[in-house]
């Protein structure tokens, strides 16, 4: 499956943005998803994951209650709508796919095998 994420740019604080994630070759809807992001000088982190059916969805410390994932299989898409967004949410953030994860490994990015290009979120003081 081939992803790519779009949606980022500048934004200030407080403000929200919704990043995109369009999937192709593959049906998306039996694919487990996630986010993840990395800023300048440091590690890829997680930051939402959501299982292929029902609404049980991840999230981490920091954006728990700011950030909402969603998924259109329709549409083959995944959505990241950002709320309340701070200087610390400035990264680049990927998409990424796989099928079958195991739950407790949801936020490590190795248990992931298909990822999209990133796409640059920016949010100013």
């Known amino acids: 499956v081939q992803l790519q994420a779009f949606g980022g740019g500048l934004v200030q604080a407080g403000g929200s943005l919704r990043l995109s994630c369009a999937a192709s070759?593959?049906?998306?809807?039996?694919?487990?998803v996630g986010w993840f992001r990395q800023a300048p000088g440091k590690e890829r982190d997680f930051v939402t994951a959501k299982r292929k059916s029902g609404s049980l969805a991840y999230y981490a410390d920091s954006v728990k209650g700011r950030f909402t994932i969603s998924r259109d299989s329709a549409k083959n898409a995944v959505y990241l709508q950002m709320n309340s967004l701070k200087p610390e949410d400035t990264a680049v953030y990927y998409c990424?796919?796989?099928?079958?994860?195991?739950?407790?490994?949801?936020?490590?990015?190795?248990?992931?095998?298909?990822w999209g290009q990133g796409t640059l979120v920016t949010v100013s003081s």
């Open positions: 070759g593959r049906t998306f809807s039996s694919y487990d």
């Open positions: 990424a796919a796989a099928q079958g994860i195991i739950m407790s490994t949801v936020r490590f990015a190795s248990s992931y095998d298909y």
